[in-house]
């Protein structure tokens, strides 16, 4: 550990005698490994490109996310239960807008059997113990109100078509079946290994090489594609839904990705605007005038692209009235930046997530399994006080002024009447 003046608080160098290993395999794997010299568990994190891109193949894709790593052709669902039990290992699989990410969490012992307990899942899979594609068909539900809006608000932004804001239901079942769909998107080419544990990472490489040598296939295309507009289009959008229990309000606005050199003097700005309990949004809406129970504002990155997202909820009837004081608020914190006392304490806090994001190793790994899947540096979370602390009190103002203009910004709502009422 050492001491960064500018933020007063220890800091940690990027992954301090842990420098990753990383290559990518003759199958087009990905594959990084990080030592954890002594800790009792190993981590383990497969990302799959995982995006919805063909509408007709929604109910293998959910199928498949639910039954992957649950049997083999040689094991089955029971089997492999028991085998991950003596390794002290447990799987788990989540689904995000553009992956599948496989985890396991392992006592340090088992990883070199808990890495062939995931090549027999990923080479041998069976999928007979599910119901087949179609076989039980949901009964079509419309989307619920905050969908509805997050596909308006992108449409509107960014435009279309496109699987972030097309219509979840397909007009049929793609006639393909579950091992087929299999082969096609849980294949090397395209994916992302990491593993974190072990004294020796070419050891661990070793038995990686040796376990999935016969894992091959890819890429998927199973990718997002960017958005028609790379930048948002202003304005005001209003949804009216007489059944909606609440207002919601979601904001697109102008952004840049993690690794433009502007990024960080945004997060500050979007951090002072919204990202914490004592943000500018919170005290407005919240504690000021009391209306929004749920405020949020965040930077939303993926291969789509990149957006400044203000997320509100409040009582039904106030869905104008949180669009009013949320574009106020933009607009002071734009033209007259942050205060003194808002850029010290964004500064120590921003930096402080830092080692709250990296406190457990299972968090470590789904961080550095991410950064690797994303392209970015292993280290970026380790070095990013040191980019905070580069961020001049001049630079942070004029992102400010840059980013956060409502002028440049479409201010999305849903609520139950046309007209919001004031309390």
Excluded: K
């Amino acid at each position: 550990m050492t001491a960064s003046p500018a933020l007063g608080f220890p800091r940690r160098t990027a992954l301090p005698n842990r420098s990753p290993l990383r290559t990518v395999l003759p199958n087009g794997l990905d594959t990084v490994v990080v030592a954890a010299p002594g800790a009792p568990l190993a981590e383990i994190r497969l990302v799959l490109p995982y995006a919805r891109t063909e509408p007709a193949l929604a109910a293998v894709r959910e199928l498949l996310a639910a039954g992957l790593g649950t049997a083999t052709v040689s094991r089955d669902r029971r089997a492999v239960a028991d085998r991950a039990a003596d390794l002290g290992a447990e799987f788990s699989t989540v689904v995000t807008a553009e992956q599948l990410v496989l985890s396991a969490s392992v006592l340090a012992e088992g990883l070199r059997g808990a890495l062939e307990l995931l090549g027999d899942l990923l080479l041998r899979p069976a999928y007979d113990h599910l119901p087949p594609p179609g076989s039980t068909p949901a009964p079509r539900t419309s989307p619920g109100p905050r969908t509805r809006l997050r596909r308006a608000q992108l449409r509107h932004a960014f435009g279309g078509p496109h699987p972030l804001v097309d219509d979840d239901h397909a007009t049929g079942t793609a006639d393909v079946d579950l091992l087929a769909f299999h082969r096609r998107a849980v294949v090397p080419a395209g994916a992302v290994l990491l593993i974190l544990g072990g004294d020796d990472p070419d050891r661990v490489l070793a038995a990686v090489r040796e376990e999935l040598a016969d894992w091959t296939g890819g890429p998927s295309g199973l990718t997002l594609p960017p958005f028609p507009r790379p930048e948002p289009t202003p304005g005001r959008l209003a949804l009216h839904d007489p059944s909606a229990d609440q207002a919601l309000l979601l904001t697109a606005g102008p952004a840049v990705p993690v690794r433009d050199p502007g990024h960080t003097a945004l997060h500050l700005a979007q951090t002072v605007l919204g990202g914490h309990a004592t943000s500018r949004l919170t005290r407005r809406l919240r504690e000021r005038h009391g209306l929004a129970y749920a405020v949020d504002a965040r930077i939303r990155q993926n291969g789509a692209g990149c957006w400044l997202e203000i997320d509100c909820a409040g009582a039904p009837g106030t869905g104008d009235r949180l669009a009013e004081e949320v574009t106020a608020c933009m607009a002071e914190l734009a033209r007259s930046g942050p205060t003194p006392e808002e850029t010290h304490r964004i500064r120590r806090y921003t930096a402080g997530f830092t080692r709250f994001a990296l406190a457990t190793r299972a968090e470590e790994a789904s961080a550095l399994a991410g950064f690797a899947a994303s392209g970015m540096d292993l280290d970026w979370l380790t070095r990013y006080p040191d980019a905070i602390a580069e961020v001049t009190d001049r630079h942070l103002a004029e992102a400010a002024a840059h980013f956060l203009d409502p002028a440049r910004t479409l201010v999305a709502t849903l609520d139950r009447t046309p007209t919001g009422t004031r309390p």
